[in-house]
């Protein structure tokens, strides 16, 4: 639990919104199950009991599992194979046949998707445990969550080349809806910040933008690090390209922050380090 910073109610409130961050972008990641949750209401006494289909329920956690399976050999068959892999391979990795994953998968780009929800999954899961929004300096969220995101694109550059590039005309809409997956984890941070900072009023569309401006460049960074071939050296060693990155993330911060006419102290936590610009007289 965060203390309150403050013995006054206004401390407390402040407080509880800090706590409310703990689970950092959690409306972003869990959207889907709040739905479901949502939908899943507690049943009153006097609606009648749902029966369920044991045999169903059998068969959609099968295929839940199978399909997990399935994503899994496609990571290895493009992190071995390139991001030119076929469809055969990943068969030929997950040790079936291709109309088997047409049975579990509705067609190549709901494939796509899968695998780039996964990577989606690992950076969160890679990411927020890193980072303390209440505690840590502004700096140093930065640089832990770009030196985790580059940890994981130099694990599985192949996979990263393979939503970035869209090779295929089956995988461009698939892309998109990959790239959406990461700006996901972009937005959710910018919530972060202006949760933090909510005792501030300031604009949430500026952490917004940020959020698109910010993604957009570390995709293209990225991008350019790898290089287009898997036989393509990296432009920059791991550790200098996190520090340029973060560099980068840094100067949207600072942009973003004078466009809200307030300045930042990188070095300490947002909410003792955010300041609105003195006014001249």
Not at 92 to 114: C, V
Not at 176 to 195: V, W
């Amino acid at each position: 639990m965060i203390a309150s910073r403050r013995a006054n109610s206004a401390g407390q409130d402040a407080a509880q919104r800090r706590f409310d961050a703990v689970r950092p972008g959690q409306r972003y990641l869990n959207g889907y199950s709040e739905r479901v949750r949502r939908g899943s209401r507690s049943r009153s006494a006097d609606e009648p009991a749902v029966k369920v289909d044991a045999r169903s329920e059998r068969w959609r956690e099968h295929r839940k599992k199978v399909r997990s399976e399935i994503v899994d050999a496609a990571f290895r068959a493009i992190d071995q194979l390139g991001p030119e892999v076929s469809l055969r391979e990943i068969a030929e990795e997950a040790g079936t046949a291709k109309p088997k994953i047409y049975r579990h998968f509705t067609d190549k780009s709901d494939l796509f998707q899968a695998i780039g929800k996964r990577m989606r999954d690992m950076l969160w899961g890679a990411i927020f445990p890193a980072i303390d929004i209440a505690k840590d300096p502004a700096r140093a969220i930065i640089h832990r969550a770009v030196e985790q995101y580059v940890r994981l694109v130099d694990e599985h550059p192949n996979v990263i080349r393979f939503l970035m590039q869209g090779r295929f005309a089956e995988q461009s809409e698939s892309t998109m809806r990959a790239l959406n997956e990461g700006r996901d984890i972009t937005l959710a941070m910018a919530d972060m910040f202006s949760n933090e900072l909510q005792e501030m009023e300031l604009d949430a569309a500026a952490f917004e933008m940020a959020a698109f401006a910010t993604f957009g460049a570390a995709a293209s960074a990225t991008d350019w690090w790898l290089g287009a071939d898997q036989d393509s050296p990296r432009r920059l060693p791991s550790a200098k390209f996190v520090e340029y990155l973060t560099t980068i993330m840094m100067g949207s911060i600072n942009g973003t922050c004078e466009v809200l006419g307030v300045q930042v102290d990188p070095d300490l936590p947002l909410h003792e380090g955010v300041r609105r610009h003195e006014r001249v007289a």
